[in-house]
């Protein structure tokens, strides 16, 4: 959803989903990623990217039914150790000193119950939304040599 330029050949889009819907306006959403994988589980070698960014499903529900869970998708249960793996698997594919975008709604989670499912401290980060609960939180991997 956050994207200037889907095709741009500087990113690749991976998302595990691959479907449409008509959305409650009429318009059309396409979740068409470049690579279908599960962030829990990313193809990628170790150290591979510079920039990543991770923008989780944030909705606890069973199945994505409204506008919102059709974009982003759904926590489902046992959302706390699946957001736990695809924060390492995050920093298992970004450089040392590569960055980590994080993009959070806390309108059903606190941002600071998924903080605490990482390791990783957080660098700086800016709250945005009518009601300021969309966080936008960057980290920066450390150069362990």
């Known amino acids: 959803m956050m994207w200037y330029d889907r095709k741009d050949?500087?990113?690749?889009?991976?998302?595990?989903?691959?479907?449409?819907h008509t959305l409650s306006d009429?318009?059309?959403?396409?979740?068409?990623?470049?690579?279908?994988a599960d962030f829990q589980d990313l193809p990628f070698a170790d150290n591979t990217f510079a920039l990543?960014?991770?923008?989780?499903?944030?909705?606890?529900?069973?199945?994505a039914r409204g506008d919102i869970t059709k974009k982003y998708g759904v926590l489902v249960p046992g959302w706390r150790e699946m957001l736990?793996?695809?924060?390492?698997?995050?920093?298992?594919?970004?450089?040392?000193?590569?960055?980590?975008?994080?993009?959070?709604?806390?309108?059903?989670?606190?941002?600071?119950?998924?903080?605490?499912?990482?390791?990783q401290k957080p660098l700086f980060g800016h709250y945005t939304g009518k009601r300021a609960t969309t966080h936008w939180i960057t980290f920066m991997?450390?150069?362990?040599?």
């Open 9 to 20: 050949s500087r990113a690749i889009f991976v998302d595990k989903r691959r479907e449409s």
């Open 84 to 119: 736990r793996t695809g924060f390492a698997e995050c920093f298992r594919v970004l450089r040392p000193e590569g960055v980590l975008i994080f993009k959070w709604c806390s309108v059903e989670v606190p941002l600071a119950d998924v903080l605490a499912l990482t390791d």
């Open 26 to 36: 009429g318009r059309q959403l396409e979740v068409n990623p470049d690579q279908l």
């Open 141 to 145: 991997k450390p150069n362990n040599d």
């Open 52 to 63: 990543v960014v991770l923008d989780p499903p944030h909705c606890q529900r069973l199945e």
